[in-house]
């Protein structure tokens, strides 16, 4: 009998307990509803319920929530399937709009989230839906923001997960990555080749330009070398006749040329001989005698001058 008394009473007391006084946490808000009316909004503390007239209808989350976006088949501009998934972040701003807006306010945020998706993926090609995720994050995050705010709701971001195309596609994108890269591949190996031959042809061009230059330099040089040869040897030339012509104009001058010349005309006279296998005799050898009396007056007449 005590025992049953003593388990009635914890009832009671947990009953009244529940009944007339709620705590409310730091990170949530409870909606209180009298005679299933709206109330007010418990704020985080200690709160006195009327028993039978007050109750606690709802307690919402005010923290920023994640919800997981499961994957969905999505179609491309380009009529490509995609399963596409992603994150939500929402909080919620209002305890009222999210409790007497809507029925559950995370389904139709995720909901709402798929559907976006689908309408934005849908705008672009398969090879955007990869450089495009930003915009199309943002994009979203407008448009469910837009539609979420009657709930009391803000939709803070949303995050693509991971676009994967079908194994076809995959397959079909790899066959095409590996003909891209064979086709560059070929396409840097003939424009190496094609400079390989500009930078021949140009070399032996600039060779060819040079052994000409080169040939046409040598050729002025040894024009020149020739030239100044005949210039000095003609100036040597002018200045022996003229330092000549000086000498014959003196006394005794004319007479020590024809002497020289006589000098001259011996020296190769017998050069010739001795080089000679034939006997060389000129014109003037039979009269010999006639050409050594002139050679003796030239002498006699060098004495006299001497004396």
């Known amino acids: 009998m005590f025992w049953t008394f003593t388990l009635l009473s914890i009832l009671v007391m947990y009953f009244i307990f529940t009944k007339l006084f709620i705590i409310v946490e730091f990170r949530e808000e ?44 999505c179609i491309t501009k380009d009529n490509i399937e995609v399963a596409v998934d992603g994150l939500v972040y929402i909080k919620v701003m209002n305890a009222y709009k999210a409790s007497y807006g809507i029925s559950n306010y995370q389904a139709a945020a995720v909901n709402l989230a798929q559907t976006t998706m689908r309408s934005e993926v849908g705008k672009i090609t398969l ?12 994009n979203i995050v407008r ?5 979420a705010e009657p709930w009391g709701i803000k939709v803070l971001r949303y995050e693509i997960k991971n676009i994967r195309p079908s ?48 040939n046409r330099q040598k050729r002025i040089n040894e024009a020149m070398g020739k030239a100044k040869e005949i210039e000095l040897v003609a100036e040597a030339t002018a200045n022996g006749i003229q330092r000549i012509a000086q000498a014959m104009q003196r006394p005794g001058g004319e007479l020590a040329v024809k002497t020289k010349l006589v000098e001259q005309y011996i020296d190769e006279f017998g050069r010739i001989i001795e ?31 001497g004396e």
């Open 143 to 147: 448009e469910i923001d837009k539609a």
């Open 275 to 305: 080089s000679s296998n034939i006997s060389v005799l000129p014109t003037e050898t039979a009269n010999l005698k006639t050409f050594f009396e002139g050679v003796s007056k030239v002498s006699d007449h060098t004495k006299s001058k």
């Open 30 to 73: 409870v909606i209180q509803e009298r005679l299933g009316k709206f109330k007010k909004n418990l704020q985080p503390g200690f709160h006195f319920l009327v028993p039978f007239v007050d109750r606690p209808a709802y307690r919402r989350e005010m923290r920023e929530q994640v919800l997981d976006v499961p994957s969905q088949t």
């Open 167 to 214: 194994n076809e596609i995959v397959d079909t994108m790899e066959k095409q990555m590996e003909a891209e890269r064979e086709k560059r591949a070929e396409i840097t190996h003939s424009e190496g080749f094609r400079q390989s031959r500009i930078n021949e042809s140009e070399g032996e061009q600039s060779s060819q330009v040079l052994i000409s230059e080169a």
């Open 127 to 138: 090879d955007d839906t990869f450089s495009e995720r930003e915009k199309m994050n943002e």
